[in-house]
DNA sequence: ACCTGTTATGATACGTTATATCATATCTAT
DNA sequence: ATAGATATGATATAACGTATCATAACAGGT
């Protein structure tokens, strides 16, 4: 759906503007729908059904522009995406995959950061960016079935 | 063609260990050339000038085999792989990425594991492969560039 | 209001990464 | 030898991601 804003000039002329459609606010519902991983490809299917015209790119730049601000994480071990729970880290979150029900969590791990702090402290490579991606089962999935 | 070794023990007992395919080798040879990460697409084109029938699917089986033994490490954040440099680790490596000059070096940190489990160890998630991946800058590139 | 440079969006096409599938070949055990 | 399991070859296609160019919106100076 596109909508036009209407504007009146003093002149009393008129001019019709698209309204920036937020597929940010869209891509970003699409995501907190879901409490697992959602591929960039599963989020372009649920846009095209309001606007079946949306292109892979427009999906791409929605996605960069959270993950930037810190409102999605990309799960890099997945080619996938989740919304972020509690916004605005101070660094980088450990999230955990379920690979059985594929819940996803993140968790605020200082000290994991700080050893990788040292680390790099002592390696001189300076860290911009760190991922830290684990793999396994969640509680309820361990509970939930006979292992 | 499969071959097999066979390892005598001091019981006499014996044990088959199925030996690399000639794929598997060449595979690794290709990443072990290269100080960086090299994407499977490159090492199908080098592997092409050996056998230009080669298709991807073999190479991505040398690859994910050769992952399971620990003798590459896929770089998750890149969709790319490298050797291993210090084989048959205890548990997973810390992987950093120069941004700059593509160099990837690998390191053994228990304290960033341990960290890792005290979370598990809080939440009950089982965690069964962990990635970790710096990216950022060597020094190397630090000292080497005006920054 | 007009020009201009910058940034965002739309649209098309294509590039890259990875796997499903099925046929064939090989090994192992009996 | 034959059967079941495993590995390999080959084709096709799925899934993921981006380059590029055109158009549109916006902000600042005049």
Redesign the interface.
Known sequence: MIRYIISIYHDGSMDKHKQPSDWHTKVLAVLRKNSGAVSAYEVLGELRVFNPKIAPPTVYRALNALAERGEVHRL??M?AYVASRSLKHQHAP?L?I??DCGRV?E?L?P??IS??S???GQ?????????????????SC?DRVTS
């Open positions: 890099e071990s080619n450990v955990s379920c690979d969590e968790y791990a000290q994991v050893a990788l040292d680390i790099t390696t001189g490579f300076t860290s911009t960016r760190q991922v830290i991606e684990l793999h396994g089962r969640c509680i361990r």
